[in-house]
C-alpha cells in the first residue's frame, strides 16, 4: 500500500514500480481533493490492480498505513507492504523481503536496507550483508504479515505521524517477535525536503519540516520512551536527532519557531497518557 498526502509527479512511477512487484497496490489518499492527487488517480484509476481508498482529510501517516492495511487484510492477503509516497522500491525488493520472513519463524516487521534518494548512496547505518535483527525500522518499505498484526495490532492512530514505527516495532518486540533489516532490499528515500547545502564544507541536506511536524516528532519520541524505555533503539535514535537538529539550529528557516514547537512537544508528550493504544 502506498499512502499519498500532497503527492509529486514521481509518485506515479513509484506505484507502478510497486505494481510489477506485487499482487495488488491499495492507495490511501489523505488529500483526494488537491489536484495532485487528482493527476495520480486519473494516471492510475483504469489499473484493476489498483484500489483508491480516499480518505475524508489528512488523518495522518498512523491512520493512513492502517487504512491500507485493514483492506489488503480483509482482501484475504497474509503480508502488506507500506510506503510513503515518496519512496522507489527497487528490483526484486519485494521478493526479498518475502523470502526473508519464511526464513524466520519468529519474524516480525521486516524493512529494507535505505537509500538517500538525493544522492544515490545508501546511508552509513543502513550498509551491512544479508539479514541483522533490529529494534526498529522506518514503516515506508516495511512488510507485517497477517499473524503480527492480528496479535500486537495496527499503528498507534493518535500518534498521528513520527515515531509510529518506533511503536510498532518496539511492541512487536515486547511480543517475542525479532524485527529484521534486509540489507539486499533497497530502498530509495527521501527525509523532508532533503534541500543540499554546505556545513563545514561538506554537503549536506536539510530536511526543512513544519513546525507541525517538528511538535509531533518532539512529542512522540517523549511517548514511545516513556512506553519502551532507553534501549538501543533510543541511544541509535538520539544521534540522528541531534544531527538533524545541529543542521536546523544552524541553516534551517525559522528556527525559533521551530524550538518553540520542539519546547511543546515536550510538555505535550510528558503530560500525554503513554499507554499503549492497539487499533
Known sequence: MVLLFLPDPVTEENVRALRAQTDHVYIVDNSPDDPSSARVRAALHEDPRVSWLPQHANRGVAAGFNAGMRAAIAAGYDEVVVFDQDSTITPGFIETLTRARSRVPEAGV??????????????????????????????????????????????????????????????????????????????????????????????????????????????????VT?????????????????????????????RMAKIREAGRGVIAGLRYPARERRW
Do not use: M, Q
Open 110 to 223: 521486516i524493512g529494507p536496507s535505505l537509500r538517500s534518494a538525493a544522492t544515490g548512496i545508501i546511508y552509513r547505518p543502513e550498509r551491512g550483508v544479508g539479514v541483522e535483527e533490529k529494534d526498529v525500522l522506518i514503516s515506508s518499505g516495511s512488510s507485517f504479515s497477517r499473524a503480527l498484526l492480528e496479535r500486537i495490532g495496527l499503528h498507534d492512530e493518535p500518534l498521528f505521524i513520527d515515531y509510529v514505527d518506533h511503536d510498532i516495532c518496539l511492541r512487536a518486540r515486547r511480543a517475542g517477535y525479532r524485527n529484521l533489516k534486509v540489507y539486499d532490499a533497497v530502498l530509495d528515500h527521501r527525509f523532508g525536503d532533503s534541500a543540499p547545502t554546505t556545513l563545514f564544507g561538506r554537503r549536506v541536506y536539510l530536511a526543512n519540516y513544519s513546525l507541525t511536524r517538528i511538535f509531533h516528532a518532539t512529542r512522540n519520541r517523549v511517548i
Open 226 to 254: 516513556r512506553r519502551y524505555g532507553f534501549g538501543r533503539w533510543f541511544w541509535e535514535d538520539l544521534w540522528f536527532t541531534t544531527k538533524a537538529w545541529v543542521k536546523l539550529l544552524l541553516l534551517e528557516e525559522h
